[in-house]
């Protein structure tokens, strides 16, 4: 993460910067070094449970986050978890906005839902009011989950999810990720 902050052109008007984590205490200094406008907490899974031991403690790590987000910032953050309400709270004592990403009803950006092919996927979302059909370029009911969590934070940022949605065609799999074996 630091590298890809150094590497970052002074002309970018945006960045997106991944703060992986394996351990505890790991996540609060790079969110201060990264200082994000807007944050995004994807989802709550067990993959790091060896060094953190449950999965309390994954989701108050991922917490952390808000400990970098510059002030008047949002978190996104997954509504349809059973920690929404603790890393709300959380986002909320530290003055942030927060949007609820995922499928239930209380998701501000929601994703309504979700047809995959081999190559890809129609996924259709609610972002602040207003829906968006979305040809995605990547399978997975994971990726279109995950869109609704950029909508999300494009939102927070002022911007035009529409616009920000039409990205998520041109959006494939990393190598070595997602690729397709028959």
Do not use: W
């Not at 910067?17 to 394996?22: H, K, L, V, Y």
């Not at 994807?42 to 986050?65: P, Q, R």
């Not at 995605?136 to 009911?141: K, S, V």
């Not at 065609?169 to 990720?177: H, N, P």
């Amino acid at each position: 993460m630091p590298l890809t902050l150094a590497r970052m052109p002074e002309s970018a008007d945006f960045g997106v910067i991944e703060i992986g984590m394996n351990n505890p205490g790991e996540i609060a200094p790079l969110a201060r070094l990264a200082c994000p406008d807007v944050a995004v907490i994807s989802n709550i899974g067990t993959a790091h449970i060896g060094h953190l031991g449950s999965a309390e403690a994954i989701a108050e790590e991922k917490g952390d986050i808000v400990m970098g987000v510059a002030p008047g910032g949002a978190v996104v953050i997954p509504a349809d978890s059973p920690f929404f309400g603790r890393l709300s709270q959380r986002a909320t004592d530290a003055g942030l906005r927060v949007i609820g990403h995922g499928e239930g009803p209380s998701a501000a950006a929601r994703l309504l839902s979700y047809a995959g092919h081999a190559e890809g996927g129609r996924a259709e979302y609610l972002v602040g009011g207003e829906r968006i059909v979305v040809e995605l370029g990547a399978p997975g009911h994971h990726v279109a989950l995950n869109g609704a969590a950029v909508l999300g934070a494009v939102s927070a940022l002022g911007l035009s999810a529409r616009r920000a949605a039409g990205a998520l065609a041109a959006f494939g799999a990393g190598a070595g990720r997602g690729r397709r074996v028959v």
